[in-house]
Nanobody
């Protein structure tokens, strides 16, 4: 079992920044991927950014150049730095962990006002 705890969501004005953090605990594999998905009301969850334990990243086109993903393998954390936020970034953001199985955090609300 792996537990994921997110922090850092909130309300920000358009053009502002937020940083999301996620801490993983439990049976952590040394080889894994961690990252962030988001979900808009009535829509399926979509990938925002993912980073492997080796440092490879996959970032959605809609956030490239604005969002940066990073991780600390020793601390089992993954962060998402979100800059130049837009109202269309408003969503619930979920931390995720994938090794043999996929796990999800409870989600954190990000609201960007215009």
């Amino acid at each position: 079992q792996v537990q994921l705890v997110e922090s850092g969501g909130g309300l920000v004005q358009a053009g502002g920044s937020l940083r999301l953090s996620c801490l993983a605990s439990g049976r952590i594999s040394s080889i894994n991927s961690m990252g962030w998905y988001r979900q808009f009301p009535g829509k399926q969850r979509e990938l925002v950014a993912v980073i492997t334990s080796g440092g490879s990243t996959d970032i959605a086109d809609s956030v490239k150049g604005r969002f940066t993903i990073s991780r600390d393998n020793a601390k089992n954390t993954v962060d998402l730095q979100m800059n130049s936020l837009k109202p269309e970034d408003t969503a619930v953001y979920y931390c995720y962990y994938n090794a043999r199985f996929r796990y999800w955090g409870k989600g954190t609300q990000v609201t960007v006002s215009s």
